[in-house]
């Protein structure tokens, strides 16, 4: 996990804000991510993402999140669990419900992948789940 470069979602906008300690050039504030954020995040009071610190990571997290309503997100997890279940042994997949809105999908590895090849892994899944027929009209 990059502690320097995180993002968190904001109670005012409903969006999320990119957190970079790296350079500055004196005129932003820079934050690096602490481990009682990461406890808030745990018990529910703020919601973080992270980036890895490489090329590399040992897991994939879907992060399936809805405003309309939990049976719409339990749908998209029910498909993505389903397809992935076809490749991965079940010990790999972790399902857990990350906050009022959905659930995070996370497969894990026993070694590094690329980031590139866990991008392809990632839009494999939504193409073969048909993630736009989940996608609410107007």
Not at 20 to 45: A, C, P, W
Not at 66 to 81: M, P
């Amino acid at each position: 996990m990059n502690r320097n470069k995180w993002l968190i979602l904001s109670g005012y906008t409903k969006s999320y804000i990119t957190k970079n300690s790296g350079k500055s050039d004196g005129r932003e504030k820079t934050y690096k991510l602490t481990n009682f954020q990461i406890k808030e995040h745990l018990v529910g009071k703020n919601t973080l993402g992270v980036f890895p610190s490489g090329f590399n990571s040992k897991f994939l997290v879907f992060d399936v999140d809805s405003y309309v309503g939990l049976d719409y997100a339990k749908g998209v997890v029910r498909n993505i669990k389903c397809f992935l279940e076809r490749y991965f042994s079940c010990e790999q997949i972790h399902i857990n419900f990350s906050g009022n809105k959905g659930y995070h999908v996370t497969l894990y590895f026993n070694e590094f992948i690329s980031l590139n090849d866990l991008y392809k892994l990632y839009s494999i899944v939504l193409n073969e789940i048909h993630i736009e027929g989940f996608r609410m009209s107007g």
